[in-house]
C-alpha cells in the first residue's frame, strides 16, 4: 500500500514529469528528511539538491544546467520564505528555470496555528511528541522564540514535574500522531499535579495536517 501523502506525491510527479522532458531538477530541502530521498527516487535526470540559499549561491553559478531547461521544487515541508528567497536568486541565474508551488499551505497553517497559540502565553509550554520529527522540532523552535520554558517529550514519563516553573498554568500542544493512551496518561498525570500546585492546565491536541 502506498502510503505518501497526497501533497508529496504531487511533488513526485512534478519531478518525474520534468525528468521525462530532460529537465534537470533543483530539489530544495534538507538532505535529511524522508520526503528528499522519496522525492529523489522519481527523478532520472540530474537532480541538484538546495538547502538553503547559501548553497543555492555556491552551487548554482557554477553548475552547467540541461538546455531542456530546469525545473524547481521543494520538499512539502520547506520554509515558504526561504523558498521564495532561492527562488528569486535562482531565477537571476538560470534563464530557463520554472519553479513549482510545492510547499504544503497546510504546513503553514499549522505553523501559524501554532504561533497563534503561544504568542504572549505566560506558561510553561509541553509539547507532546516525537522528538525526531521534524514537526514537533519545528513546533519546539517556534515556541522557543516566544516562551521561556519549553519541553519537547514523547511521553509524560519523560518529564520531571518538580522542574516545572513557577507560572501560572501549563499549556500542552500534542501532535496528532500521539496515541490516545498517551494523551490520557499525560491528562491525567497533569491534572494531578496542577490541583496541588493550584496552577491550570491547557491540552490541546493538533489536527491532522
Same mark, same amino acid.
Given at each position: 500500500?502506498?502510503?505518501?501523502? &497526497?501533497?508529496? !506525491?504531487?511533488?513526485?510527479r512534478?519531478v ?11 530539489? +530544495?530541502g ?6 528528499t530521498? %522519496?522525492? $529523489? ?5 540530474? +537532480?541538484i539538491?538546495?538547502?538553503?540559499i ?6 548554482i &553559478? ?14 512539502t %515541508?520547506?520554509?515558504? %520564505?526561504?523558498?521564495? #528567497?532561492?527562488? !528569486? ?7 530557463? @528555470?520554472? *519553479?513549482?508551488?510545492? $510547499?504544503?499551505?497546510?504546513k #503553514?497553517?499549522? #505553523?501559524?496555528k501554532?504561533?497563534q497559540?503561544?504568542?504572549?502565553? !505566560?506558561?510553561? /509550554? /509541553?509539547i507532546?511528541?516525537? &522528538? ?9 523552535k ?7 520554558? *519549553?519541553?519537547?517529550?514523547?511521553? /509524560?514519563?519523560?518529564?520531571?514535574t518538580? $522542574? =516545572?516553573?513557577? +507560572? ?5 500542544? *500534542? ?7 498517551? /494523551?490520557? %496518561?499525560?491528562?491525567?498525570? =497533569? ?10 492546565? *491547557?491540552? #490541546?491536541?493538533? &489536527?491532522? @495536517?
Open positions: 500500500m502506498d502510503n505518501a501523502c &497526497p501533497r508529496v !506525491k504531487f511533488v513526485q512534478i518525474s514529469d520534468a525528468s521525462k522532458k530532460r529537465m534537470d531538477v533543483i530539489l +530544495v534538507d538532505k535529511n528528511h524522508s520526503q530521498n %522519496e522525492i $529523489i527516487g522519481w527523478i532520472k535526470t540530474r +537532480v539538491l538546495i538547502q538553503n547559501e548553497s543555492a549561491m555556491s552551487i &553559478p557554477i553548475t552547467a544546467f540541461s538546455k531542456k531547461g530546469v525545473c524547481m521544487a521543494s520538499t %515541508e520547506y520554509s515558504q %520564505e526561504k523558498y521564495d #528567497e532561492i527562488a !528569486k536568486y535562482c531565477h537571476n541565474v538560470i534563464p530557463n @528555470l520554472t *519553479v513549482k508551488d510545492t $510547499i504544503c499551505k497546510e #503553514e497553517n499549522r #505553523e501559524n501554532i504561533r497559540i503561544i504568542i504572549n502565553c !505566560k506558561a510553561d /509550554i /509541553i507532546l511528541g516525537d &522528538p525526531e520529527s521534524i514537526n514537533n522540532m519545528k513546533s519546539y517556534i515556541a522557543m522564540k516566544y516562551c521561556q520554558h *519549553v519541553f519537547l517529550i514523547k511521553s /509524560i514519563g519523560m518529564l520531571d518538580s $522542574i =516545572l516553573h513557577d +507560572v501560572g498554568h501549563v499549556f500542552v500542544i *500534542v501532535n496528532h500522531s500521539v496515541s490516545e493512551d498517551v /494523551i490520557k %496518561e499525560t491528562f491525567n498525570i =497533569l491534572q494531578s499535579y496542577c490541583d496541588k500546585m493550584k496552577k491550570e492546565f *491547557v491540552i #490541546e491536541k493538533l &489536527p491532522h @495536517l
